[in-house]
């Protein structure tokens, strides 16, 4: 019988592992010149361009995500990043949802954490590729610190404005990350397993170049495990400034929220919608922020913010309307909130404070047939 010795078998092993990822196909995610190919979730146009050199530039303001037009599943990830200033923020996130969560300027996903070393660590959180779940997505951490974070084995991670390398594996619902290299964090049975993949602005001004991907065979998936898919969704809101939106007073652009003080005048879009749409918009009450109303199409539409679907004051709650014809159907936090008719055929969307109040998150889309 033929016998291999232990310094053989593991020569063996990595020529047979070097030969393999010389198989693996990459096609780039970004082409240098542009977004094709992904969509803007709710940032503005200054937050991303391309330098001379084909490199993504994000400003880091306002605090938002660009997603890939298309989801995926398995598959490995490379990139590389770079912050331009100390403790400046970002992340990659992984099978995320179309849009922003209830209240947030983020997905519902898996984040893989772009942070510069100057940010620090302490026991909640490095700076050197930890990885987690947001606003309601779960994974099983390896290497966790009693939550579902992540944590690396090692500190791996260049300062600024040095470059770092990620290599990002998801299969199956477990995910890996190389940070320069080596492999450091782990975790596995994560939900959502399938979904989009997303670029974050959270702050700091980072660079990312060489983001490609190698698609892997999809496998059998839950439906609860998939993302929610593409409905059709655009911000109505940069996050810097109320372009497309008439001028009021009393409002104020902060970031990815915008402020309502008391006395503010109403807020209306320039634009005008026809046809079937449907839109979203996230309030969070003050004490005094009495009985606002939306106008829809021209149409005051009265909130009954002291109703049982409502959130404490101080949090936040997602208002969906379904416009079809002159009739919007009115969501609350996901729950049936009334039928409104005789609603115009054309007009405006826009918000009626009455009093001191926070919004965010205003989107639109045209309702499927």
Known sequence: MLRTCPL????????????????????????GKDLSGWIVVNTAPSTWSFNEEGDLVCSGKPIGEIRTERMYQNFILELEWRHLVPKGNA???????????????????V????????????????????IFPIHGATLKPVNGRGGQRA????NRSN??????????????????????????????EASPRKGYICLESEGGVVHFRNVQIHELPDTPVEPSQVAIANRG????????????WEEASGWK????????????????????FSGDIGFIVDLKRHED??????????????????????????AYNRIEGFLRGGELRLEINGKEAGTFLEIPGKGPLGIIPDGPSDWANPYVRVLPD
């Open 8 to 31: 053989t078998a593991l020569i063996l092993f990595f020529a047979l592992s070097l030969r393999a990822e010389e198989k693996l196909e990459f096609r780039p995610l970004l082409n």
């Open 233 to 244: 969704f655009r911000c109505l809101y940069t996050g810097v400034d109320f372009a497309g």
């Open 253 to 272: 652009s902060r970031d990815w929220e915008f402020i309502a003080a008391a006395g503010a005048g109403p807020l209306v879009t320039n634009e005008e």
């Open 159 to 188: 300062p600024s404005p040095e470059w770092n390398h990620y290599r990002i594996e998801c299969r199956d619902g477990a995910i890996s990350l190389a940070v320069n290299g080596k492999v450091v964090t782990r975790g596995s």
């Open 151 to 154: 944590f690396p084995t090692e």
């Open 91 to 109: 992340g990659v996130f992984v099978w995320a949802d179309d849009i922003s969560a209830r209240g947030q300027p983020f997905i519902r996903g």
């Open 111 to 130: 984040e893989v954490q772009v942070l510069e070393n100057a940010y620090g660590n302490t026991n909640n959180y490095t700076t050197h590729g930890d």
């Open 289 to 314: 922020s009495g009985r606002p109303r939306l106008l829809v199409r021209g149409k005051e539409v009265p909130l009954d913010p002291a109703g049982p679907l409502w959130e404490k004051t101080g």
